[in-house]
């Protein structure tokens, strides 16, 4: 949780430096986010994230320089490898991450591979039309997947109140008749076993799980954010005192602590390093990752590009 909290402030840091065009910070969300991609099996499951969840590409052991490239704008989505570390690319793409992992769930069940797919949404997402078509249709298939919803109160300017209908998200889950369970998103224990028990049900063919984690977005939405535009300084002062990171770290040894932090400190100091160093992409790439088999009408738009690049 701590390289997460200390990459997260770095990345910002790299924003305001010109490295980074833009950055959707987490901080706050630790917990949620730690707690959950840690109770996944890396050697089966899966995960799908949103643009706000650098901890759980923490936790999953990514490589976090090539991970952080996603947000260098580059067409990659990421100079990591999504397949061996089990994270897909980032999806900026709100609600988007959902309906993709149910499609991989029902690739795993007919593949019977005991695979289970964990897909990051926030409130804000939870009311999106594809979401709800993913869930159902997951619930009709009985497909192994967990939807974690990070209830952080906020889409971008809009409270929950304004964006969840009924007050919980978690609740949505009994009329598609599976599994829904509120937790302390701060809490990063609650959080893994949560998830544990949501992973090993969907593992057994049980229904999948909606988890709504409670927790709070402390920053911006993004570096180009003010939210004291939108929200009173109150309430972040009031989140303040719940700080997921303060809280595990209330759990360690000052000596803990302070080792925690060296370790931090120099992960941060590899990944600005080897970011930093990363040169400009070949700009013919901008044509490889869109198709496996390139389309005719892709070849030919690579064709004219060479033409006006050669010019
Ligand atoms: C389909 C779609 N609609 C709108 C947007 C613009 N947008 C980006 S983030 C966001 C708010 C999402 O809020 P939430 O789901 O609560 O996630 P959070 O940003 O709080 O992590 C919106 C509306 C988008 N990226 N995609
Ligand atoms: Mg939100």
């Known amino acids: 949780m701590l390289v997460a909290r200390r990459i997260d402030e770095e990345a910002i840091a790299l924003q305001r430096q ?26 089966r499951d899966f995960a799908f994230p949103t643009y706000r969840d650098l901890g759980a590409a923490v936790a999953m052991g990514v490589d976090l320089a090539g991970y952080l490239a996603s947000h260098l704008n580059i067409w990659h989505g990421g100079l990591y490898d999504p397949r061996a570390s089990r994270l897909a690319p980032f999806n900026a793409v709100v609600g988007g991450p959902v309906t993709h992992a149910v499609g991989w769930a029902m690739g795993a069940k007919l593949d019977d591979t005991g695979g289970v797919a964990l897909t990051y949404f926030g409130d804000g997402a939870s009311s999106q039309g594809d979401v709800h078509e993913a869930m159902n249709f997951a619930a009709v298939y009985r497909l192994p997947v967990v939807f974690f919803c990070q209830n952080n109160g906020w889409a971008i300017s809009v409270p929950t109140e304004r964006q969840v209908a009924g007050g919980s998200v978690a609740a949505r889950a009994t009329g ?68 997921p990171v303060a809280r595990a770290g209330a759990q360690l040894s000052t000596v803990e602590v302070a080792a925690a932090e060296a370790h931090a400190a120099e992960v941060v100091r590899q990944v600005r390093e080897r970011l930093t160093a990363l040169g400009d992409r070949p700009r013919e790439e901008l044509f490889s990752f869109v198709y496996r088999e390139p389309t005719k009408a892709l070849l030919e738009q690579q064709r004219a590009w060479r033409e006006s690049a050669d010019a």
């Open 18 to 43: 010109g490295v980074l065009p833009g950055y959707a910070p987490m901080k706050g969300q630790e917990a949620a986010q730690v707690g959950s991609a840690a109770a996944l099996d890396l050697g």
């Open 176 to 243: 598609y008749g599976i599994e829904g369970v509120r937790v302390d998103g701060n809490d990063v224990l609650a959080v893994f076993d949560a998830t544990r028990e949501a992973v090993a049900r969907a593992r057994d063919g049980g229904p999948p799980t909606v988890i709504e984690a409670m927790t709070y977005r402390m920053g911006p939405h993004s570096t180009s954010d003010d939210p004291g535009r939108y929200r009173p300084l109150e309430e972040e002062q009031a989140w303040s005192e719940r700080d």
